[in-house]
């Protein structure tokens, strides 16, 4: 359901020269998760016989996450391509 507006967001603050690079590092880092997740949840579960850490790690990323937002974000306009970031939107 969230899925959507997820290359929206990069699309929107990248601006259309630099929405490639930003969606790749985007993608590039949330893959991130599906490999160091299960391999952490493993190794917890291993040492605690129980997914209570791992639970409780996921609860604290997704917290983090939403906080990060929240603090972080606030208007969704783009980023580069403005006056003051030519040099940094021709990364075609």
Request: proline content about 3%.
């Amino acid at each position: 359901m969230t899925g959507s507006g997820l290359y929206a967001f990069a699309q929107t603050l990248a601006g259309p020269r630099a929405t490639g690079t930003w969606t790749g590092m985007q993608n590039g880092f949330a893959n991130l998760a599906g490999v160091i997740a299960p391999a952490l949840t493993g190794f917890l579960v291993n040492r605690t016989g129980n997914f209570l850490a791992a639970f409780a790690i996921t609860a604290a990323v997704s917290g983090a996450g939403s906080l990060g937002w929240v603090l972080a974000v606030r208007r969704l306009e783009q980023v580069f391509g403005t006056p003051e970031h030519r040099g940094v939107a021709a990364i075609n």
